[in-house]
């Protein structure tokens, strides 16, 4: 069993940033691949991205690629979603999982341990 807890939630301005981080406890953290998601009101869950278990590979939804970075610390047992430039339609609850499927994948499917997730609103 793996406990995960997001935090860094906010309200932001168009253009401006936040890192959202995903705590968790439980079992080694570092055996999991994790993976970002988000859900906006009235939308399906959808991928956001994800980093490998070493942290040395990394996969974005396009919506995101070049703004959004996916880093880990697995001595703090953490992982973090840098997340620039953001845009009104970037709000959404976010959530962290972890991949017990297929590498690499990006279907909600394949991910358990769900966090609670966090706000994050884009606003002026």
């Known amino acids: 069993q793996v406990q995960l807890v997001e935090s860094g939630g906010g309200l932001v301005q168009p253009g401006g940033s936040l890192r959202l981080s995903c705590a968790a406890s439980?079992?080694?953290?570092?055996?999991?691949?994790v993976g970002w998601f988000r859900q906006a009101p009235g939308k399906e869950r959808e991928f956001v991205g994800s980093?490998?278990?070493?942290?040395?590979?990394?996969d974005y939804a396009d919506s995101v690629k070049g703004r959004f970075t996916i880093s880990r610390d697995n001595a703090k047992n953490t992982v973090y979603l840098q997340m620039n430039s953001l845009k009104p339609e970037d709000t959404a609850v976010y959530y962290c999982a972890v991949n017990l499927g297929l590498p690499g994948s990006r279907f909600t499917s394949n991910y358990a341990y769900w966090g609670q997730g966090t706000q994050v609103t884009v606003s002026s």
């Open positions: 439980g079992r080694t953290f570092s055996n999991y691949a």
């Open positions: 980093i490998s278990r070493g942290g040395l590979t990394t």
